[in-house]
Structure formats: structure tokens, C-alpha cells
């Protein structure tokens, strides 16, 4: 007998991982490992949640309405050139499914989220990697391996798992390169966190083209992370074809209400990012102290390189889950020598670099 076969290429595809949540006989965890909001959602956040909880039975908004009206009066937005998504995995991936099939190639920097070759690849198409510079896109590295069958480059700005960023001019490069029938998908899951003053989102490249797309996260700095909560601004065209292959209630009730929420409570959100200038700060000055390499990030984590065996990443991360601190192995990126940290309470930070001290002098 015949079994079902996949799709060519689905079988090519790594599972993606998350980061770790658990660890074998630790009472206590301390999670570094997912880049999630040490300050959790707002309070205004979880009351919208839970007010739903009686109308369970009732299908959301299909169009996510209210929370793309929000999204567009908070930013300034046409709400027509808003998708939402569950996440923003979802629009990635909804991109790739309009934008690339089979023989077609999808092309991203190097180090840039895994969930790149991923989409590319359940749709048939190839995954271009692009070398970095010094752990930063390399605009001319990128433009030099687009080719006819190019249809779609992902940028991660700032990008993940290195926190690097490119500036806005040099995103604008880039899109001034590409052809205009490559889509341009700049992934700015991390731009809450940005301070930078030559650093842009994407939002005015957006409106002034045809070919680009921003993809933005309720994960990270509202707190939302286990609702799944997603949206992207792209050209009227592009939404006319996101709105055709999305699913029909592919954003659930509470976590739109959630969402309109999170976006309202400005004072929460500058909370979070001030907790994140703070420790991001002291955790890169910290461990830099203890001998360990930390690349330059403008995000919510930083990404640092161990020495060589025997306290090597592999030997640190080990160490430190015995003691329930879970941080980010890096093996999947090709930075076997690296582990990344979120930034988490400031308990959580200390109680992290008693133990990378305990490690390092072990």
C-alpha cells in the first residue's frame, strides 16, 4: 500500500522550537528563554479578557474590526491596510502562502527568525540566507543574491535572536534595490523597544510603496504572548489578498479585547520599556563584567557568546536549568557559541548573574 505524501519540501522543514519552559526536578523556573514581557499584560488587558468570558459561545469579529480601528487611530493608519493575525507567525506565513510557490526563492539575512526558511519552504519555495556583518543585515549582501525567481525578502528590524537593527536609510536602500515585484516584509516585532533616532518601523515605507509590508506583535512588550495576537500594514493589494487566505476567525474574541486594551494603556507600555532600558543595560554591563561577549541590542534580550569547553554555551545552559533558569540555545541559528537572554524582572536578573557567576567560576 501507498501512504499520503506531503508536499515536496514539507519534509526538508526543521520543527520549530520554542524556547525552553520546563526543567526536570526544578521547583522554580525562571523562563529567559522567549523574549516575553517580565512585567506580563496590563491590568486593563487581563479585566478585557475576562469580560469576555461569558460570551464564549459567540464568533469574533472576523475582520478583527475594533482592534484594526484602534490600531489605525494609535499609529495614524488607514484601518482598510490593517490584517490582523493569530500572531504575527500567521501573517508571515499568509504572505509566503500569496507571495511564493514552488521554484520561486524567499530570501532573508542570515541570523535572521527560523520561521523564514520555514514558510518558505511549506510553500515550495527556496530560502535564500544572506550572510551578516558582524551579526547586522548586509543590505548588499541581500541585493546581491536576489535574482528573477526572488518573490519575497523577510527583514527582522531589530532583528532576532542578534538585536541588531538597520537603520532607516539603510532599509530604504535596500528596498530601492529590490525590483518592484519582490515583496519586501520588514518584521518589526521588537520596534516598541527601539530608541534609536535614525531607526523607523517601516510605517512610512509602507505608505509611500507597493511592494512592503510591516509586520508588528502583541507579544513582546504588551504581554499577550499566549493569545496570539498579530497585525500588519501593507499596501491595499496586499491586504486584498491576506483578506482572501486568512482564516475566517483567525483572531479569537478575548485576545482582539485584550489587545484594544493593551494598545490604550499607554502608561503600561512606557512602564515596560523603561524596565527594559534599565536591566537590558545593566545585564550587557554585567556580563560583559564576567568575561562574555554580548552583542549591541536595541531589543528586549541580548545575545552573548561563551568561551570554548569546558564552561562553553552548551555547559552554561545546562548549569543553569539544573537551577531552573531557562535561557535561549542558539544551535538552530548556527551559533553553537551563544546563548540568548531575555530581560526579566530585576530579581530574575540578579538571580541570573549569581548563577552565571557560580558557572563561571565553577
Excluded at 475582520?63 to 491596510?81: I, K, Q, T
Excluded at 550587557?284 to 562574555?292: F, I, K, P, Q, W
Amino acid at each position: 500500500m501507498t501512504a499520503p505524501k506531503p508536499q515536496s519540501g514539507i519534509l526538508d522543514i526543521t520543527p520549530y522550537q520554542g524556547g525552553q519552559s520546563t526543567a526536570a526536578g526544578v521547583e522554580r523556573i525562571i523562563k529567559l528563554s522567549s523574549n516575553e514581557s517580565p512585567l506580563g499584560p496590563s491590568p486593563r488587558a487581563i479585566a478585557a479578557y475576562q469580560a469576555q468570558a461569558l460570551a464564549l459561545h459567540r464568533y469574533p469579529d472576523g475582520n478583527s474590526g475594533a482592534l484594526a480601528a484602534a490600531l489605525a487611530r494609535h499609529y495614524a493608519l488607514e484601518p482598510e491596510r490593517i490584517v490582523c493575525g493569530n500572531g504575527s507567525d500567521e501573517i508571515l506565513a499568509l504572505l509566503a502562502q500569496a507571495y511564493a510557490g514552488p521554484g520561486d526563492e524567499v530570501l532573508y539575512s542570515q541570523y535572521g527568525f527560523l520561521m523564514y526558511p520555514i514558510t518558505a519552504r511549506a510553500n515550495g519555495a527556496v530560502p535564500i540566507a544572506a550572510p551578516e556583518r558582524n551579526l547586522v543585515a548586509d543590505v548588499d549582501a541581500i541585493l546581491a543574491r536576489v535574482t528573477p525567481k526572488t518573490r519575497v525578502v523577510f527583514l527582522t528590524n531589530p532583528n532576532n535572536p542578534t538585536g541588531s537593527y538597520l537603520p532607516d536609510e539603510e532599509v530604504r536602500r535596500l528596498h530601492r534595490g529590490l525590483p518592484e515585484d519582490v515583496l519586501l516584509v520588514i518584521d518589526a516585532a521588537y520596534a516598541e523597544y527601539v530608541g534609536r533616532n535614525d531607526y523607523n518601523p517601516g510605517i512610512e515605507l509602507v505608505r509611500a510603496s507597493d511592494n512592503v509590508v510591516m509586520t508588528r506583535t502583541f507579544s513582546k512588550i504588551y504581554g499577550l504572548a499566549g493569545l496570539r495576537v498579530g497585525w500588519a500594514y501593507m499596501p491595499a493589494a496586499v491586504a486584498a489578498v491576506l483578506q482572501r487566505v486568512r482564516g475566517a476567525f483567525n483572531v479569537n474574541a478575548p485576545a482582539q479585547a485584550a489587545a484594544v486594551a493593551a494598545l490604550a494603556d499607554i502608561a503600561y507600555t512606557d512602564a515596560a520599556r523603561t524596565h527594559n532600558d534599565i536591566w537590558l543595560a545593566w545585564l550587557a554591563r554585567e556580563l560583559g563584567a564576567r568575561g562574555l561577549e554580548v552583542a549591541p541590542s536595541v531589543a528586549n534580550f541580548l545575545l552573548v557568546r561563551f568561551p570554548a569547553s569546558p564552561r562553553d554555551a552548551r555547559a552554561a545552559d545546562a548549569f543553569l536549568a539544573q537551577r531552573g533558569i531557562l535561557l535561549r540555545a542558539m544551535r538552530a541559528y548556527g551559533l553553537d557559541d551563544c546563548l540568548r537572554v531575555s530581560v526579566g524582572t530585576e530579581e530574575e536578573c540578579r538571580l541570573l548573574l549569581r548563577g552565571l557567576s557560580e558557572f563561571m567560576t565553577s
